[in-house]
């Protein structure tokens, strides 16, 4: 199947920035997604990007996508405790087919 | 805001048992999608419906089957359990007259265990 990685883990000092990184091996991704997963509860989009798209922000989340070296991140301003969670990022295809890929999962532990 | 509505939210069964799982999308929303996350994985699809008639299969076994209702309700019925089907399982939904097709809404999640 399709390959999506990211690191496993992450730890940042509450009020630093996030980056959480993915890189994914379809390039006929169309759209890149990032969910958020708290411990035992279901998936929560936090937001998208659209595969022509270099840039989008969304209050304090920031997504970058490099197309050419098929990488995907997502930074977190002023990352607070309530942010620790798993992060998966996930591409749709252009394949026809709607359903989502996802990756790994990066398990962001913020220290007080 | 509306969301998807999974039951049961937890579900203990023993081999050999079966069980249904049902996922309520959010309202306007056409499509409805199957995951399956195991212990420490991330999400595998399973099948997805399109006004009620199936769009898209993956990794689902064969003593899973699943449909879509005419009030656009989901069900995944699941035979003969194994206890690696101990999982969460999730249902999604997206809504192609929405404008945004392709924003994906996820359950709460059933969580089965399989004694």
Known sequence: ?112 | AAGVIQSPRHLIKEKRETATLKCYPIPRHDTVYWYQQGPGQDPQFLISFYEKMQSDKGSIPDRFSAQQFSDYHSELNMSSLELGDSALYFCASSGTGTGVFYEQYFGPGTRLTVT
């Open chain 1, 1 to 112: 199947g399709e390959d999506v990685e990211q690191s496993l883990f992450l730890s940042v000092r509450e009020g630093d920035s996030s980056v959480i990184n993915c890189t994914y091996t379809d390039s006929s991704s169309t759209y890149l997604y990032w969910y958020k997963q708290e411990p035992g509860a279901g998936l929560q989009l936090l937001t998208y990007i659209f595969s022509n798209m270099d840039m989008k922000q969304d209050q304090r989340l920031t997504v970058l996508l490099n197309k050419k070296d098929k990488h995907l991140s997502l930074r977190i301003a002023d990352t607070q405790t309530g942010d620790s969670a798993i992060y998966f990022c996930a591409e749709r295809l252009q394949t026809g087919a709607n359903n989502l890929f996802f990756g790994t999962g990066t398990r962001l532990t913020v220290i007080p």
